[in-house]
């Protein structure tokens, strides 16, 4: 492997590069290395890696190639303080409504665990785009009632 970035998330080493067996670039945890060994051998890391285009380090480390994408969100009036005291995203956008609901946009490639995030606030949380992640949380939420009938 050729590692172009180390990086920490919530206190978790990850090593991004390009694997050799693969053929390709991917994310791996530090803790799962076993048998590593160090060589002389070199290698150039690209020119224009930069990795915030990679992976968005805001909601995880999960690396995929998909293009970002925008994520609306309308938290509700019993969420405002918890949602307006925190920085969810470097490049959110926040606006607090006359109802006292707290508007949220922002723009990542990280829809797996956004989903997750978004699923944790229940019913408090109204998906307002993309529409894809509407079905998705649809979808989950029918998994969940199926489980529980």
């Given at each position: 492997?050729?590692?172009?970035?180390?990086?920490?998330?919530?206190?978790?080493?990850?090593?991004?590069?390009?694997?050799?067996?693969?053929?390709?670039?991917?994310?791996?945890?530090?803790?799962?290395?076993?048998?590593?060994?160090?060589?002389?051998?070199?290698?150039?890391?690209?020119?224009?890696?930069?990795?915030s285009?990679?992976?968005?380090?805001?909601?995880g480390?999960?690396?995929?190639?998909?293009?970002?994408?925008?994520?609306?969100l309308?938290?509700?009036?019993?969420?405002?303080?918890?949602?307006?005291?925190?920085?969810?995203?470097?490049?959110?956008?926040?606006?607090?409504?006359?109802?006292g609901?707290?508007?949220?946009?922002?723009?990542?490639?990280?829809?797996?665990?956004?989903?997750?995030?978004?699923?944790?606030f229940?019913?408090?949380?109204?998906?307002?785009?993309?529409?894809?992640?509407?079905?998705?949380?649809?979808?989950?939420?029918?998994?969940?009632?199926?489980?529980?009938?």
């Amino acid at each position: 492997m050729n590692p172009y970035h180390v990086l920490c998330q919530k206190g978790n080493w990850y090593v991004f590069g390009f694997d050799h067996g693969a053929g390709e670039t991917r994310i791996y945890a530090l803790s799962r290395f076993k048998n590593t060994t160090i060589t002389n051998e070199t290698f150039t890391i690209p020119d224009g890696f930069d990795i915030s285009k990679e992976v968005d380090l805001s909601f995880g480390i999960w690396y995929n190639k998909e293009a970002s994408e925008d994520y609306e969100l309308l938290f509700n009036k019993g969420m405002a303080n918890y949602i307006l005291e925190r920085e969810w995203h470097k490049d959110q956008k926040m606006v607090q409504r006359e109802d006292g609901s707290v508007y949220l946009k922002f723009s990542s490639n990280q829809k797996q665990l956004i989903l997750s995030w978004v699923l944790g606030f229940g019913s408090a949380v109204t998906v307002l785009s993309p529409e894809s992640l509407k079905q998705d949380v649809m979808k989950t939420a029918k998994e969940i009632i199926k489980k529980y009938k």
